[in-house]
Nanobody, 127 residues
Framework: DVQLQASGGGLVQVGGSLRLSCSTS????????IGWFRQAPGKERQGVSC????????FYEDSVKGRFTISKDNAKKTVYLQMNSLKPEDTAVYYC????????????????????WGQGTQVTVSS
């Protein structure tokens, strides 16, 4: 069975940092995109960043560029999201998701392109 498990969320003050982890199993890590998405109350789910399990290509949503860094550990089949300089608008439930690379055709950060999802982890940035 495909499994993705997100962890690492929490409460942090403005300007602080958190590192999210997404541990995966049940699929070929190297030929999938693994992405981080977030959903704030009353808002649509939004793509944050994704990484190709094979060549490590990365993509970021504009508002997190320069603050968030996505990385992977192929041996552990785990993807990380290092979040620095956190802002109140980063508050959301963060999800990780995966999709075979060949099926991602309309946008690397488009949630509808991803078919495997983990449970979310809450990130709250207090001001």
């Amino acid at each position: 069975d495909v499994q993705l498990q997100a962890s690492g969320g929490g409460l942090v003050q403005v300007g602080g940092s958190l590192r999210l982890s997404c541990s995966t199993s049940g699929f070929n890590f190297r030929n999938h995109f693994i992405g981080w998405f977030r959903q704030a109350p009353g808002k649509e789910r939004q793509g944050v960043s994704c990484i190709m399990g094979g060549d490590g290509a990365t993509f970021y949503e504009d508002s997190v560029k320069g603050r968030f860094t996505i990385s992977k550990d192929n041996a552990k089949k785990t993807v990380y999201l290092q979040m620095n300089s956190l802002k109140p608008e980063d508050t959301a439930v963060y999800y990780c998701a995966a999709a075979p690379w060949e099926t991602v055709v309309q946008g690397f950060l488009n949630p509808s392109e991803y078919n495997y999802w983990g449970q979310g982890t809450q990130v709250t940035v207090s001001s």
